[in-house]
């Protein structure tokens, strides 16, 4: 079982920044890409940001700039740092994590794992 668990979202003014969290746990061999969702009211889930094992990161185009992430291995931990926040930036931010596993007497799995989500609201 693996557990991923984001935190640092809440309410900010236009232009404020914010910097997320998620620690993912549990049976966790090795982590592959990690990367941050979101999804606004009304609106289809999007990708935000994409990060390697390697640390190589890939970003929509409307947060190319603005946004960073990072990742930690070590403590099996992705950022996103956001600055410049839009009102169109508010939404329900999403971590994931292709997380490779044990599976006893079966060897190494692996799966993609979705955090609950941290509400970002950016007030204008």
């Known amino acids: 079982q693996v557990q991923l668990v984001e935190s640092g979202g809440g309410l900010v003014q236009v232009g404020g920044s914010l910097r997320l969290s998620c620690v993912a746990s549990?049976?966790?061999?090795?982590?592959?890409?990690m990367a941050w969702h979101r999804q606004a009211p009304g609106k289809q889930r999007e990708l935000v940001a994409h990060?390697?094992?390697?640390?190589?990161?890939n970003y929509a185009d409307s947060m190319k700039g603005r946004f960073t992430i990072s990742r930690d291995n070590a403590k099996n931990t992705v950022y996103l740092q956001m600055n410049s926040l839009k009102p169109e930036d508010t939404a329900v931010y999403y971590c994931?994590?292709?997380?490779?596993?044990?599976?006893?007497?079966?060897?190494?799995?692996?799966?993609?794992?979705w955090g609950q989500g941290t509400q970002v609201t950016v007030s204008s």
């Open positions: 994931t994590a292709d997380v490779v596993f044990n599976r006893p007497e079966h060897g190494l799995g692996s799966n993609d794992y």
């Open positions: 549990g049976n966790i061999v090795a982590i592959n890409a």
């Open positions: 990060i390697s094992s390697g640390g190589i990161a």
